[in-house]
């Protein structure tokens, strides 16, 4: 009722005025800022992030998609600007530090996106010698010692020009970033570049409706892969640069920016901004009155309007079954209903955590593989009305030695059927590739079922699910010689036959290596 209150108040105000001699543009304008003053009155104020910011700027605040992580940049050490990081410990925002060497050096590095799973930093970087114009956009992996030795992106993403603002998506795949390059729309626009096997792709405009004549920068893809905000200067809004959000639909076309209003926009200039998986907060940084330097790092709480999708979070560590030792494993995240890929990422290096920002509404094939050891799956369903949830798994992965036993969990097949169903293909070609890459291993597929109907009659559909399984294997290049299929009905239950959970853990396709 409140914005309604001032269109309804100006547009009296404008027809009283035509009737009087006296009418002035800024007795207008003093109106409109009488209302807009009266607007931010009634709202929630941003929070200024006390304990990181100083009395130099501090901008471009990069949360880490489980909230617990804060990167920004900040020229406090000499008027160089660099970036720092500050850990959420008991309820608040530590001290920052520096991020340090290699990627902090004597030359100015703006502003950076990281990956979901916190192992890749994609950043600004100014006046480097093997830089293609003034700014470039730089890569760099987590490594045992710490962060790698940057990388130029190449000429595919950079450019003569100045290229920096960049936003990762959650798959990894999607790399958005502000360019001033030749062939825009106007000065500074939102550009992409996809990964590929070969590395990025050719940087292209993403178009009409974010792009215009005047500057758009800082682009931020949420984890749910489908909501932009963005700072424009050309959309109309309340000061030089306001923050505005678009979707995009299921054919790739972006929705007309919507204005995130106040309290995040004012007369100054806002920008550079970050959201959670969660979705609850936005961080941003600002140089409007009251802070304590130049920029400020600003939070507010995120209206449910100005929201992106609900996704999922899952996090947890892969081990070593027998010594508990963390691994270096890589995780394949696909869609069940169709098997595509979403994402493979890999764990950290040096603890074997992962972190994976599922969007709500799909149901997920998660797979672990490590070379020497048996793969491990999961299924996960995540539907929208539950809202945001952090699942937590944690995977202890076999060793291919003779007598281990290890389940193929996303294998499906029909009610009372030993027909395999479509969805279970990427977890048997997975079977076929470490039975392909472990040319010695030797296994016995066991069929196991639940108590419901006659023993007998189990321990037959066992064997035919088992069979299937094998006849699959066979199919796709697996020599008959080194496999054996063998149902086990009932005998061997993992879980009681009381519940429906009991029962779904009883039911289960397991490989037993015989040789190794």
Not at 479 to 501: C, F, M, Q, W
Request: aromatic residues 10%; charged residues 25%; contains cysteine.
């Amino acid at each position: 009722m409140k914005i309604f209150a001032i269109g309804f108040i100006i547009v009296l105000s404008i027809t009283s005025f035509a009737d009087t001699a006296d009418t002035t543009d800024t007795a207008i304008e003093e109106l409109v800022e009488e209302a807009r003053a009266d607007l931010l009155a009634d709202m929630v104020a941003p929070t200024n992030l006390t304990m990181v910011n100083s009395i130099y700027s501090d901008f471009a605040p990069y949360v880490s998609a489980d909230g617990q992580r804060l990167y920004f940049s900040s020229n406090r050490r000499n008027g160089i600007e660099d970036f720092y990081v500050s850990e959420f410990q008991s309820n608040r925002w530590q001290t920052p530090t520096p991020l340090g060497a290699p990627i902090n050096t004597d030359a100015n590095e703006g502003s950076m996106a990281v990956s979901v799973d916190g192992n890749t930093i994609i950043f600004t970087a100014c006046g480097r010698k093997d830089a293609y114009g003034t700014c470039d956009l730089y890569i760099s992996e987590r490594v045992a010692e710490g962060w790698s030795e940057p990388r130029n992106l190449g000429r595919n993403v950079n450019s003569r020009g100045w290229d920096g603002h960049p936003s990762l998506s959650a798959d990894g795949k999607t790399l958005f970033f502000s360019s001033d390059r030749f062939g825009g729309f106007g000065g500074r626009d939102i550009w992409l570049s996809r990964k590929t096997d070969r590395g990025w792709s050719r940087a292209e405009n993403i178009g009409f409706p974010i792009n215009n004549a005047r500057d758009q920068a800082s682009p931020f893809i949420h984890p749910d892969g489908v909501t932009l905000y963005f700072s424009s200067a050309g959309h109309g809004g309340l000061g030089m640069l306001d923050v505005f959000k678009s979707e995009m639909d299921s054919l790739g076309r972006w929705s007309e920016p919507l204005n995130l209003g106040p309290p995040v926009n004012t007369p100054d200039s806002d920008y550079f901004f970050s959201i959670p998986a969660k979705g609850d907060l936005i961080f941003f940084s600002s140089d409007r009155a009251g802070g304590y330097g130049g920029f400020d790092i600003y939070y507010l709480p995120l209206s449910e309007a100005l929201r992106p999708k609900v996704v999922a979070t899952l996090s947890g560590s892969v081990s070593d079954k027998e010594t508990g030792l963390p691994l270096s494993a890589e995780i394949t995240v696909e869609r069940i209903a169709t098997g595509e890929v979403l994402a493979s990422p890999r764990t950290n290096p040096e603890t074997g955590e992962f972190f994976i920002v599922l969007p709500a509404g799909e149901t997920y094939g998660i797979s672990v593989s490590a070379e020497g050891y048996a793969f491990s799956s999961e299924r996960y369903d995540i539907p929208v009305e539950e809202g945001y949830q952090e699942l937590k798994m944690d995977f202890k992965l076999s060793r291919l030695v003779a007598g281990e036993t290890f389940e193929i969990r996303n294998i499906f097949f029909d009610f009372d059927s030993d027909s395999i169903r479509s969805e279970s293909i990427p977890e048997l070609n997975r079977a076929v590739k470490l039975l392909e890459d472990n040319p010695s291993l030797q296994i016995e597929i066991r069929g196991h079922t639940d108590a419901i109907g006659a023993e007998e009659y189990n321990i037959d559909l066992s064997h035919r699910r088992a069979f299937n399984v094998l006849k699959y294997l066979v199919e796709n290049g697996i020599e008959v010689r080194r496999l054996a299929a063998k149902g086990y009905g009932t005998s061997e239950p993992i879980g009681d036959n009381i519940t429906e959970e009991g029962r779904r853990l009883n039911r289960r396709t397991e490989f037993h290596i015989i040789e190794d």
